[in-house]
């Protein structure tokens, strides 16, 4: 979750890489916006407040950029500030908005732009509601709401610097977080973790788009790239912490999870081990795990243990892969 350090550390040393990047020349975007679209994103203007129906709609579903389509908030994280614009409280993926010190008017405060394409969104403001604290001030003009909802799935099949490598290459996932589910302690941590004295699983937490790949098949994905018949071990990583487990989020998650075991039971020489239970808490690691496989791809560990395992995963999965 970012809060207002995140925001000024962008501001100033620079921004998180976007997942694509778009640029069109001002005619096309012309050709493309209305005139009011066009004023707000590429000219920096700013709506009245109190002119878009925006702000009083808090249905769920997603909020992307009107430019280029790449999805910015959930309507989870929209409040209402009473300030007349739309307002949320976290962007949906770190990397999805820009931040930018703007001092035009005689103030300084920190302008948002879409991170893909550079659309002037608002600014955001330390303002906001706990516990990110934080008040993206929007345009609802350069807001498009989107009829789907992100959804969200957590599980464990050993070391979370593998499982998170092959999880993020699929298309539909827009974020994968590794952390700690499971156990009996609060505020676990890796070194708590690592002992297998707390119970805790290493798992990965996804925030998937349904319309794009279902429960299901990041479950079928999942059980074909662990070895689900190996308890509490995973290779050579030994202990409770390694389990092969399903934290299901819903009772329709749990009856997905149970049939498909049951489905797969035939395929596999040994009997599965992997345990579906009731997700309570997550802790998400310390931020030195998190995308750690593509931050130290040259340690030997990614080298010897994901690498290869990542090669058979894109081999299998082709078609599921984002491009
Ligand atoms: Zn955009």
Same mark, same amino acid.
């Given at each position: 979750?970012?809060?207002? $350090?995140?925001?000024?550390?962008?501001?100033?040393?620079? $921004?998180?890489?976007?997942?694509?990047?778009?640029?069109?020349?001002?005619?096309?975007?012309?050709?493309?916006?209305?005139?009011?679209?066009?004023?707000?994103?590429?000219?920096?203007?700013?709506?009245?407040?109190?002119?878009?129906?925006?702000?009083?709609?808090?249905?769920?579903?997603?909020?992307?950029?009107?430019?280029?389509?790449?999805?910015?908030?959930?309507?989870?994280?929209?409040?209402?500030?009473?300030?007349?614009?739309?307002?949320?409280?976290?962007?949906?993926?770190?990397?999805?908005?820009?931040?930018?010190?703007?001092?035009?008017?005689?103030?300084?405060?920190?302008?948002?732009?879409?991170?893909?394409?550079?659309?002037?969104?608002?600014?955001?403001?330390?303002?906001?509601?706990?516990?990110?604290?934080?008040?993206?001030?929007? $345009?609802?003009?350069?807001?498009?709401?989107? %009829? &789907?909802?992100?959804?969200?799935?957590?599980?464990?099949?050993?070391?979370?610097?593998?499982?998170?490598?092959?999880?993020?290459?699929?298309?539909?996932?827009?974020?994968?977080?590794?952390?700690?589910?499971?156990?009996?302690?609060?505020?676990?941590?890796?070194?708590?973790?690592?002992?297998?004295?707390?119970?805790?699983?290493?798992?990965?937490?996804?925030?998937?788009?349904? &319309?794009?790949?279902?429960?299901?098949?990041?479950?079928?994905?999942?059980?074909?790239?662990?070895?689900?018949?190996?308890?509490?071990?995973?290779?050579?990583?030994?202990?409770?912490?390694?389990?092969?487990?399903?934290?299901?989020? $819903?009772?329709?998650?749990?009856?997905? &999870?149970?049939?498909?075991?049951?489905?797969?039971?035939?395929?596999?020489?040994?009997?599965?081990?992997?345990?579906?239970?009731?997700?309570?808490?997550?802790?998400?690691?310390?931020?030195?795990?998190?995308?750690?496989?593509?931050?130290?791809?040259?340690?030997?560990?990614?080298?010897?243990?994901?690498?290869?395992?990542?090669?058979?995963?894109?081999?299998?999965?082709?078609?599921?892969? %984002?491009?």
């Amino acid at each position: 979750m970012l809060n207002w $350090n995140d925001v000024l550390r962008f501001a100033d040393a620079g $921004n998180p890489t976007p997942d694509r990047v778009v640029r069109k020349s001002e005619e096309e975007w012309k050709a493309q916006l209305s005139d009011e679209q066009y004023h707000v994103t590429r000219r920096k203007g700013t709506e009245r407040p109190f002119s878009s129906g925006m702000c009083s709609l808090f249905e769920p579903g997603l909020y992307g950029c009107v430019c280029c389509g790449t999805l910015l908030f959930d309507a989870n994280e929209k409040f209402e500030s009473g300030t007349g614009w739309p307002s949320f409280t976290q962007p949906v993926k770190a990397n999805a908005i820009a931040y930018h010190a703007d001092r035009s008017h005689g103030m300084t405060r920190v302008e948002t732009t879409c991170n893909t394409c550079g659309a002037h969104l608002g600014h955001v403001f330390p303002d906001g509601p706990a516990p990110s604290g934080l008040r993206y001030c929007m $345009n609802a003009v350069a807001l498009k709401k989107q %009829a &789907a909802s992100l959804e969200k799935a957590t599980f464990g099949g050993g070391c979370f610097w593998c499982t998170e490598a092959i999880f993020r290459e699929l298309d539909g996932v827009h974020s994968v977080e590794s952390g700690y589910s499971g156990g009996a302690v609060d505020n676990a941590n890796y070194r708590q973790v690592c002992s297998g004295s707390t119970g805790h699983a290493e798992v990965i937490q996804i925030l998937f788009d349904p &319309a794009i790949i279902s429960y299901r098949e990041l479950l079928e994905i999942h059980m074909l790239t662990h070895d689900p018949t190996t308890l509490n071990q995973q290779g050579a990583d030994r202990g409770t912490q390694y389990r092969s487990i399903i934290f299901t989020h $819903n009772n329709e998650q749990r009856q997905i &999870a149970e049939d498909l075991l049951a489905s797969l039971k035939d395929g596999f020489r040994d009997a599965i081990v992997t345990q579906v239970a009731p997700l309570e808490t997550f802790y998400k690691a310390e931020d030195y795990h998190q995308d750690y496989y593509n931050l130290n791809g040259g340690a030997g560990y990614c080298q010897a243990v994901i690498s290869p395992k990542l090669r058979k995963f894109r081999e299998k999965f082709k078609a599921k892969l %984002a491009s």
